[in-house]
């Protein structure tokens, strides 16, 4: 019996420490931008993640006996769980302030059309109260796409849409469709689950009244928790590894990424910004001249 007790000690001990291992912060060091990054084909992520959801369900005893008794799926769930605690806000929250929200620096150009990856579509509403698919919103147009979830986060992204004086995001979107006549900037706002969503919507007369008349169908409400769908391999895709910093991201009409950055805004990449949407603007103009 004693031999039996040290046993199972000796294993309850082996499972912790591995656990502790898994679950400690690797340190964090932020990427520049070289290659491509994003998925290899459209997707709409909404609808996969909702179809996964459902595959998970313990729907009888079968499912339940794997879900809660499997060998497999124990295992799992370690990794699950141990992933989730590692990337807890706490620590988000410590890289952020660490890093300024700068999870990555932008690539010193466009990627190309024929190599560049795509961003996957996301279900949401608008706040015209109109449920709308990315997909549809990017088609036939050069996006520049705002990602943020807390308001430091909206904050940090906005900076990069005001120069020279100008607020393109807002009271001088005009200018800026003026200035790039085939582009539009969109807001992807991820509330960080479903119930917070919900906060975010009773918000939207308030975000109305805050955002430009002709951006009311491009600001869009989501979820954030649909990208740690599979691991949370799809937030490692897109870039999106940090709940508090901003994003921007440059999409083409196909829905394809093809410049981004992070953080707080850098007036010498600015610069790239600006000189890259008129490069997709000649672009665009050259592609449908062909069609």
């Known amino acids: 019996m004693t031999t039996l007790l040290k046993r199972n000690y000796a294993s309850g001990l082996s499972r912790l420490t591995r656990n502790f291992k898994d679950i400690q912060p690797k340190p964090f060091v932020m990427e520049t931008l070289s290659k491509p990054f994003g998925i290899p084909q459209p997707l709409n992520l909404t609808d996969y993640y909702q179809n996964q959801n459902s595959k998970h369900k ?53 990627f190309r059309g024929d190599k560049a990856l795509y961003f996957p579509s996301v279900r949401g509403e608008n706040l015209l109260g109109q449920q709308v698919d990315l997909q549809a919103l990017w088609a036939g147009k050069i996006n520049v796409m ?40 969109l807001d992807l706002n991820l509330a960080e689950n479903g119930i917070k969503g919900l906060f975010t919507r009773f918000a939207r007369g308030s975000l109305r009244a805050l955002t430009n008349s002709k951006r009311h169908g491009l600001y869009v409400m989501s979820t954030r928790d649909q990208f740690n769908v599979d691991l949370g391999l799809m937030k490692e895709a897109t870039k999106l590894r940090n709940l508090y910093a901003g994003y921007l991201y440059v999409i083409d ?39």
């Not at 950055?261 to 449908?288: H, I, M, P, W, Y």
């Open 58 to 110: 313990v729907q009888n005893f079968q499912s339940f006996k794997y879900e809660f008794f499997d060998k497999s799926r124990k295992e799992e769930k370690r990794v699950e769980l141990a992933k989730t605690y590692s990337e807890s806000g706490f620590y988000e929250m410590g890289i952020f302030r660490q890093t300024k929200g700068r999870i990555f620096g932008p690539p010193p150009g466009l």
């Open 146 to 185: 705002r990602v943020f979830t807390p308001r430091i986060a909206d904050e940090s992204s906005a900076a990069w849409l005001k120069a020279d004086g100008l607020d393109y995001l807002n009271k001088d979107y005009e200018a800026f469709q003026a200035r790039f006549p085939h582009s539009q900037i």
């Open 253 to 291: 009409w196909e829905g394809k990424i093809r410049w981004a950055c992070s953080g707080d805004v850098n007036e010498a990449e600015q610069a790239v910004l600006f000189k890259n949407l008129r490069l997709l603007e000649k672009e665009f103009t050259s592609s449908e001249s062909q069609r």
